[in-house]
T-cell receptor, first 114, second 112 residues
Framework: ETGVTQTPRHLVMGMTNKKSLKCEQHLGHNAMYWYKQSAKKPLELMFVYNFKEQTENNSVPSRFSPECPNSSHLFLHLHTLQPEDSALYLC?????????????FGQGTRLTVV | DQQVKQNSPSLSVQEGRISILNCDYTNSMFDYFLWYKKYPAEGPTFLISISSIKDKNEDGRFTVFLNKSAKHLSLHIVPSQPGDSAVYFCASGGSTLGRLYFGRGTQLTVWP
């Protein structure tokens, strides 16, 4: 248990559905991240939030829409996804400090788009 | 352009012997290096780290070595145990970069 909780753990959705992934941490961390892990690929950074402000969008398609209402919660809103978007979506958080400080990951949401 | 590279997708080692996982990086701004371990259907968990001012950091059976001139780091696990079987990710970051960069991972299998 890392203190970063993701829900749901598994999600199957159709290409016309709208769903949201949720990430929550009460570790006092200021930065939160969404990563995507597809088979045989490295962890791909999608978004970075620092003190609720988005600081990085790694050329992610607009069908992925992040939301960070406060430093403890991070959402990833999904709509009109494609089958190739099926992957493990990981949320992470890290404490204040110099860049590169240890990040804590949630257990991930296994997303399948049908 | 991948700034952190793990060129071996898999490694198989007998129980009790040493496992050596390798990682190369390209960005000279990196000054902090970490290894994460990931079991199936779980998120990565932090294992061990090293800053650029050191060349070795040891924690029990795990030792990370850093060769800055070669931009190379390695993780040694000795003795290896079947429970060490997992995917190991190398990650690097820098004080001015604000985030971590991950390699593709190496699947370690330790067999009895």
């Amino acid at each position: 248990e890392t203190g970063v909780t993701q829900t749901p753990r598994h999600l199957v959705m159709g290409m016309t559905n709208k769903k949201s992934l949720k990430c929550e941490q009460h570790l006092g961390h200021n930065a939160m991240y969404w990563y995507k892990q597809s088979a045989k690929k490295p962890l791909e950074l999608m978004f970075v939030y620092n003190f609720k402000e988005q600081t990085e969008n790694n050329s992610v398609p607009s069908r992925f829409s992040p939301e960070c209402p406060n430093s403890s919660h991070l959402f990833l809103h999904l709509h009109t996804l494609q089958p190739e978007d099926s992957a493990l979506y990981l949320c992470a958080s890290s404490p204040p400090g110099p860049g590169g400080t240890e990040a804590f990951f949630g257990q991930g949401t296994r997303l399948t788009v049908v | 352009d991948q700034q952190v590279k793990q060129n071996s997708p898999s490694l198989s080692v007998q129980e009790g012997r040493i496992s050596i996982l390798n990682c190369d990086y390209t960005n000279s701004m990196f000054d902090y290096f970490l290894w994460y371990k990931k079991y199936p259907a779980e998120g990565p968990t932090f294992l061990i780290s090293i800053s650029s001012i050191k060349d070795k950091n040891e924690d029990g059976r795990f030792t990370v070595f850093l060769n800055k001139s070669a931009k190379h780091l390695s993780l040694h696990i000795v003795p290896s145990q079947p429970g060490d079987s997992a995917v190991y990710f190398c990650a690097s970051g820098g004080s001015t970069l604000g985030r971590l960069y991950f390699g593709r991972g190496t699947q370690l299998t330790v067999w009895p």
